[in-house]
């Protein structure tokens, strides 16, 4: 946690919860706080986090929180700054499989289902800043770190509100081709009526790159929490369904995480095109690797991958298809 999820180039390390040995000599009052206090240093945003080891779930569950914490954190998330729990799972305690950042806000029980655990699940990389809940951003930069790009400050604030759709994969022969053929027509439209390249160092490019980026950081953490905020509600093309409504786009998504609950998303950002359209919106054409597993010690299945995506004015997703090579 302290490491790798909030390493000191972008975070400051407020408190760290005494050691047992120490405790067990004098106890000290403030163990009773989660382990650690964070401050953000791109937003000043000071928040807890409580670390936790589970090898493996008990009957379908993990055990976040002691019967103390259940009473105690309740005040502390009110009254000085908001609390999460990073669940490590799998693996061994100092090197977990797979790590959850779960918001106290969105659970306060003792228990959390395994399938809720895996809806927050992260990359073991430095936690982005938009994961952590922020009333204003009084910072405008542009940080890479290793999965994703900070958003302008301007927009930072809704961008914490919008979740990411994970890939879906259930389609017939049929629709696959008629897909192909939609996008090979999209890429002729493209190419020969409307190709005005973006200057790569327009603010709407890094804007759509960071929006991706975001996107399938959080789809491979299974975040599905807000995620009818980043769908369009004129969505025209979800794969293999035409014209869905954003509630059957979700029932697809459930449907295939449900099988394959792990995944790791990689965009090649060397190949990465954005065009402008006339209604205001954007294509984004991308080579994606994309690898799947139904369980923590299956094997990936590995898919090369070319999507096809239309975004509106407000960049929410409109389209999305894909080619298998």
């Known amino acids: 946690v302290e490491k790798t999820l909030f390493p000191k180039s972008h975070y400051d390390l407020l408190h760290k919860t005494n050691s047992y040995d120490q405790n067990s000599q004098r106890y000290v009052g403030d163990s009773r706080k989660p382990d650690f206090r964070f401050k953000c240093i791109l937003t000043d945003t000071e928040f807890h986090v409580e670390a936790k080891y589970r090898s493996k779930p008990f009957q379908g569950q993990y055990d976040i929180l002691s019967e103390a914490q259940a009473d105690s954190f309740p005040e502390i998330h009110q009254e000085e700054c908001s609390i999460y729990i990073a669940l490590g799972y799998g693996g061994a305690a100092d090197n977990p499989a797979y790590v959850s950042f779960i918001p106290y806000e969105d ?33 405008t930069s542009e940080i890479q770190t290793n999965h994703l790009i900070e958003e302008d400050a301007t927009t930072a604030q809704n961008k914490q509100e919008e979740t990411n759709l994970p890939l879906s994969k259930k389609r017939s022969g049929r629709t696959i081709a008629m897909g ?7 890429i002729t439209i493209v190419a020969g009526v409307l190709y005005f390249p973006l200057d790569k160092n327009d603010p709407y490019e890094i804007e759509m790159k960071s929006r991706i980026k975001n996107y ?48 790791e998303s990689s965009v090649d950002w060397t190949k990465f095109d954005v065009t402008p359209n006339p209604d ?24 090369d991958l070319k999507l096809f995506t239309v975004w509106d004015k407000d960049m929410k997703l409109v389209s999305i298809k894909e080619i298998r090579h």
């Open 280 to 303: 205001g919106g954007y294509y984004a054409i991308y080579p994606l690797e994309y690898k799947v597993k139904s369980k923590i010690k299956a094997p990936y299945k590995v898919y």
């Open 180 to 186: 192909v053929a939609i996008a090979l027509a999209l």
């Open 107 to 139: 659970h306060r029980e003792i228990k959390i289902p395994v399938e809720n655990v895996l809806m927050y699940q992260v990359p073991k990389n430095t936690i982005d800043s938009k994961l952590i809940c922020s009333p204003i951003l009084e910072t």
């Open 216 to 263: 399938y950081a959080l789809s491979d953490a299974n975040n599905l929490q807000k995620l009818t905020t980043y769908i369009s509600p004129d969505m025209t093309f979800w794969y293999g369904l035409k014209n869905p409504s954003v509630q059957e786009v979700i029932d697809n998504i459930k449907e295939y995480r449900n099988k394959f609950p792990f995944s």
